[in-house]
């Protein structure tokens, strides 16, 4: 978790750092340069008053308006084939409601279609503001790494028609780690295997890759809502 007050205190990430990470720090670096005064928190968990679960947000910000504080939550989508629809939309909605937030940035690349932007500018309590940033030329250097990341694959859950994002995911330490990511439809997480490239539904704990012998290891901490890690283990290392 990265605090980020003013963009004074951002460091420039290297190579090191993974692209999704990069990514979302960028966006919250740009977030802290609106409002000196605010604080942004990059990767921050908040707990949710209708999950009682720990909910994952991709940057916090946290400023005072009047004599009221203030917080927005941000969160980053890496979409870069086609626009995002109005599920995207209501899904972030009920993470907001769950963290009582008093605003909401979505942030994307690809932009969002009619019913996204409808279902956005109709939202009263919390409030939804749609940021296209293929435009800001602070992230233009993505679009070249785009690529490299992310990628769409149909959903494995065999009932579902939707497409799922997937993007580098973290692994335990010293870990080998894949891409990965929830489809928007059905909730299916889903991971492509670093050796047969095949695509497989996953759950909390240890998965079979449907093409080969590789092995997920999915760990998510209790009370939180999102999964924290997926790491691979070859051949070798799962017997």
Same mark, same amino acid.
């Given at each position: 978790m990265d605090d980020i007050t003013g963009t004074e205190d951002f460091e420039?990430?290297?190579?090191s750092h993974p692209a999704w990470e990069q990514f979302e720090l960028t966006v919250a670096e740009l977030a802290a340069g609106y409002d000196?005064?605010?604080?942004?928190?990059?990767?921050?968990?908040?707990?949710?008053? +209708?999950?009682?679960? %720990? %909910?994952q947000i991709d940057a916090l910000v946290v400023g005072t308006v009047g004599f009221s504080e203030t917080k +927005?939550?941000?969160?980053?989508?890496?979409?870069?084939?086609?626009?995002?629809?109005?599920? +995207? +939309?209501?899904?972030?909605? #009920?993470?907001?409601?769950?963290?009582?937030?008093?605003?909401?940035v979505l942030c994307a690349w690809g932009g969002f279609d009619a019913g996204a932007q409808a %279902?956005?500018?109709?939202?009263?309590?919390?409030?939804?503001?749609?940021?296209?940033?293929g435009d800001l030329e602070e992230l233009k250097r993505w679009r070249l790494k785009a690529r490299q990341f992310l990628r769409e694959r149909a959903c494995p859950n065999p009932n579902c028609l939707d497409d799922v994002a997937l993007h580098?995911?973290?692994?335990?330490?010293?870990?080998?780690?894949t891409v990965a990511g929830t489809c928007?439809?059905?909730g299916t997480l889903t991971a492509e295997c670093p050796e047969c490239g095949e695509?497989?539904?996953?759950?909390? #704990?240890?998965?079979?890759?449907? #093409?080969?012998?590789?092995?997920?290891?999915?760990?998510?901490w209790p009370g939180d809502a999102d999964v924290d890690t997926i790491t691979v283990r070859i051949p070798e290392q799962a017997q």
């Open positions: 420039p990430l290297d190579d000196s005064d605010a604080v942004v928190t990059h990767n921050v968990k908040q707990p949710g008053r +209708v999950s009682r679960r %720990r %909910r +927005v939550a941000i969160e980053c989508k890496r979409n870069t084939t086609k626009k995002l629809g109005i599920d +995207v +939309v209501d899904q972030f909605v #009920g993470k907001l409601l769950d963290i009582d937030a008093d605003k909401g %279902r956005a500018s109709g939202a009263a309590h919390p409030r939804i503001e749609l940021r296209d940033l580098e995911w973290p692994a335990e330490a010293d870990g080998i780690a928007g439809s059905c695509v497989s539904g996953i759950d909390i #704990g240890t998965t079979d890759c449907w #093409g080969c012998e590789v092995v997920f290891d999915a760990f998510m």
